[in-house]
C-alpha cells in the first residue's frame, strides 16, 4: 500500500518530472565517526567526498542513493525498515515507469497524427491554391495562351504527339497530332522532321505564351527536352512586355512539364464527351484497379499452368507485359525487377525455332536497358546487349522486324562505348547501324533516323580517330537522311 500510495500521489510524480530529475544535486557532509570509520573497504567509501553530484550520475549507481534512507541501529524494526526502503521504491519506480512509458506512447502517437494530418493539409492546400500560369511582364492572374503537347503512354520517337491550342478564355481553337519533331543538323546535312515547321508556324499563328508538355510515363521527360531544343533553334519568343525600365522586350518562350493530375480525371469525364465530342482520345488513361486486376488475373494463369504446358510461355509474356504497363505508370522499381524476371522466364521457354522467340529477346532487351537507365548498373547494359545479339541471329534477312531490332542493337553497343570507351562496341554499332539503314526501304519513317543515328556514331569515332573516309561518309548520309525526311 506504501508503495501504491508513492505511486499514484500528484505530488511525488511532480517532484520526480520536474525537481528530481532536473535539479536533484547530492552532497555528503562527514562527521568525525565517518572520516574514522569510512575506509576503503566500508560500502559507504565510494561517495565519502561526494560533493554536488547530480542525480543522472546517481542513477548510474542506485546502490549510493538507498544508503541515504537507511538506518544504522542493529534490530529487527531497523531491518525490516531497510528491506521495506529498498523494496517501495524498486516498485514504485516499476509503476512509474509504466505510467510515464504509456503516457509518452500517447504522445508520440498524438505528434504523428498530427504531423500527418498538417502534411496532407499542406499537400490538399497547394492542389487547390493553383493559379494560372503567368506570362512573364504581366500581372498576376493573366490567363496565358497555351499550346499543350503529351505523348500519353506511348513510346518517345515512334507514336504521335498529340496537341491542343487553348485561347486564354479557355477554348480549343484547334487540335492535331504530330508523328516526326527530330531537328535536322545543318552540319551533317540534315533536315529537320516535317512537323517542325508545323509546330514553329503553330506557336506563331495563335502566338502562344507557353508550351505544357505532359504524358504518363518517363518517355515525356524526352519530349519535354525535345521542344525545348526546337524552341532554343528555332528562338521561338514569347508575347511581347514593358520592363521595368519601360522598353519592349520578349523572352525565349517557356517549356513546362504540366502537373496533370486534374487533366487526368476530367479526360474521361461525362463533361469532357459532352464538351469535346469530336477530339480524337488522347492515349485514354485506364483506372488502376482494372490494370491490378489483370495482373492478378495473369498470375493466376500462370500458377494454373504447368511447365511443360507449351502456353505457359505466353502467359508469362502477358503477365510481364501488365506489369511493364504499370511501371511506366507508377515507376516502381519491383515491378520492373518482376517485368525483367518474368521476360526471362518466357524466354527460357520458348524454344529456338519458335518465331516468337527473336520477338520475346528483343523486348527482354528493352527492359535491361530501362532498368541500366534508371540504375546504371552494367551488368544490365551487358545482358540487353546480348540479348539483342541473340535476337538479331534468330531473325533471317528477309524478315521486316531485322532493321529494327540490328538498329537496337547498335544503340545498346554505342551505350557501352559511351560507357567503357572501348573502339570495338563503337566499331559493331557502326557496322550494325549501316546493316539497318540498307534493310529498310526509303519510304519507311524510320529510315531517317537510322541514318542520322548512323551518322552521329560516325561523328564519334571521327571525333577519336581522325578518319576522312568517316568524315565522307557522314557528310554522304546527312544528303540521304535529308532525302529520307522528304519522303
Known sequence: MFAEEISLSPKMRKVMRQAYYMNGVIECFRTEKGLRKIDEQHPYYEFKYLRNQQLSDIARQPDLLYGDFESDNESEVADAWNREQREAPDMALLKLDKIMTRGVGENMKTECENQVAKT?????????????????????????????????????????????????????????KFVDLTLGDPERGTEDGPDVGKLVALVKHRRSDVIGVSGFSTETRKLYKQIEDIVESKDLRGSEYEDKDGNERTDKLEVVIVNDEVARLYQTSERANLK????????????????????????????LTLISNPDRASRLNNLSSCLSTRYEREGKLEDLTQVIEYSQKTVDLTLVDNPDRA?????????????????????????????SQEAVDLTPVGNPDRADQLNNLSGHLSMQYKREGKLEDLTQAIEYSQKAGSLTFIGNPRRANQLNNLSSFLSTRYEREQKLEDLAVIQSHGYIASVAHLH
Not at 144 to 156: C, Y
Not at 278 to 297: N, S, V, W
Open 359 to 387: 520477338t520475346r529477346l528483343n523486348n527482354l532487351s528493352k527492359r535491361f536497358i530501362t532498368r541500366y537507365e534508371r540504375e546504371g548498373k552494367l551488368g544490365d547494359l551487358a545482358q540487353a546487349i546480348k540479348c
Open 276 to 303: 469535346h465530342p469530336g477530339f480524337a482520345p488522347l492515349t485514354k488513361e485506364g483506372k488502376l484497379e482494372d490494370l491490378t486486376q489483370a495482373i492478378e488475373y495473369s498470375q493466376d494463369a500462370v500458377d
Open 120 to 176: 496532407c493539409r499542406d499537400e490538399f492546400a497547394k492542389k487547390l491554391d493553383q493559379a494560372p500560369y503567368k506570362p512573364k511582364g504581366m500581372i498576376l492572374g493573366t490567363v496565358p495562351r497555351v499550346l499543350a503537347l503529351s505523348n500519353g503512354t506511348g513510346t518517345f520517337g515512334k507514336e504521335a504527339i498529340c496537341w491542343a491550342s487553348v485561347h486564354d478564355d479557355g477554348r480549343v481553337l484547334e487540335n492535331g
